[in-house]
């Protein structure tokens, strides 16, 4: 059973968000929050395995609630659920620490996929997302040359790609069949090559080159 925690200032929003995740049989609303202070607070009391995030609230927003739960060193994902478009918010969203992006409008049919999908290890980004997030490389070009997939060597660019993905370094290195000590050296190189620090790093930089399509797109 997925243990969540629904954020958002609405509290109409919140019973439905509760009534249509405790429906599926798969998931506990452990908790409700209405701000994003409040959200922080009770993610790190609760220690839930997901927190359902809105983005526009009084106070501290979405974005803010979002860094410092990532900031708290728990084992709990931010999937981001809101009506605002992903143009302006997506990159914003990541840089925070989210792990996931869905828009309301297709909580109904998305949000469960959306969840299980995150709290699995991976990414869930709208389709639109490697465009989005490539854009915006396009426009950083000019402040100097990013590393490239090429810069690795074939082990590397695979393990890069299943971390991506969400697969541990001992799931890795099942499906390259190695040890995982060896998967995290070739992670730990490739990290230094392409200056990346962590996973959500990892993440963006697959998104970007195309080593790594939305979880939305498959």
Same mark, same amino acid.
């Given at each position: 059973?997925?243990?969540?925690? @629904?954020?958002?200032?609405?509290?109409?929003?919140?019973?439905?968000?509760?009534?249509?995740?405790? $429906? /599926?049989?798969?998931?506990?609303?452990?908790? #409700?929050?209405? /701000?994003?202070?409040? %959200?922080?607070?009770?993610? &790190? /009391?609760?220690? +839930?395995?997901?927190?359902?995030?809105?983005? !526009?609230?009084?106070?501290?927003?979405?974005?803010?609630?979002?860094? &410092?739960?990532?900031?708290?060193?728990?084992?709990?994902?931010?999937? *981001?659920?809101?009506?605002?478009?992903?143009?302006?918010?997506? @990159?914003?969203?990541?840089? =925070?620490?989210?792990?996931?992006?869905?828009?309301?409008?297709? $909580?109904?049919?998305?949000?469960?996929?959306?969840?299980?999908?995150?709290? &699995?290890?991976?990414?869930?980004?709208?389709?639109?997302?490697? !465009?989005?997030? =490539?854009?915006?490389?396009?426009?950083?070009?000019?402040?100097?040359?990013? +590393? #490239?997939?090429?810069?690795?060597?074939?082990?590397?660019?695979?393990?890069?790609?299943?971390?991506?993905?969400?697969? /541990?370094? =001992?799931?890795? %290195?099942?499906?390259?069949?190695?040890?995982?000590?060896?998967? #995290?050296?070739?992670?730990?190189?490739?990290?230094?090559?392409?200056?990346?620090?962590?996973?959500?790093?990892? *993440?963006?930089?697959?998104?970007?080159?195309?080593?790594?399509?939305?979880? !939305?797109?498959?």
């Amino acid at each position: 059973m997925v243990r969540a925690l @629904v954020v958002d200032d609405h509290s109409v929003v919140r019973a439905g968000l509760r009534s249509l995740l405790e $429906a /599926s049989g798969r998931v506990e609303v452990v908790g #409700e929050a209405s /701000s994003g202070e409040e %959200g922080v607070a009770k993610a &790190r /009391s609760l220690k +839930p395995d997901i927190v359902v995030m809105d983005l !526009a609230m009084p106070g501290m927003d979405g974005v803010e609630a979002t860094r &410092r739960i990532a900031a708290l060193g728990i084992d709990t994902k931010v999937l *981001v659920l809101t009506i605002h478009n992903e143009d302006e918010y997506l @990159v914003p969203a990541l840089d =925070a620490g989210a792990d996931g992006f869905l828009n309301k409008s297709a $909580a109904d049919t998305d949000l469960m996929g959306a969840i299980e999908a995150v709290v &699995r290890g991976h990414s869930y980004l709208p389709r639109r997302a490697t !465009a989005l997030i =490539a854009r915006q490389k396009a426009r950083r070009h000019g402040a100097g040359r990013e +590393p #490239e997939p090429e810069a690795l060597s074939d082990r590397e660019r695979t393990a890069i790609e299943l971390t991506a993905r969400g697969f /541990s370094a =001992a799931e890795a %290195g099942r499906e390259m069949h190695l040890s995982h000590k060896t998967v #995290e050296g070739y992670i730990a190189r490739a990290k230094s090559k392409l200056g990346l620090a962590n996973r959500r790093d990892i *993440v963006r930089f697959a998104l970007e080159t195309g080593l790594l399509r939305p979880k !939305a797109e498959e």
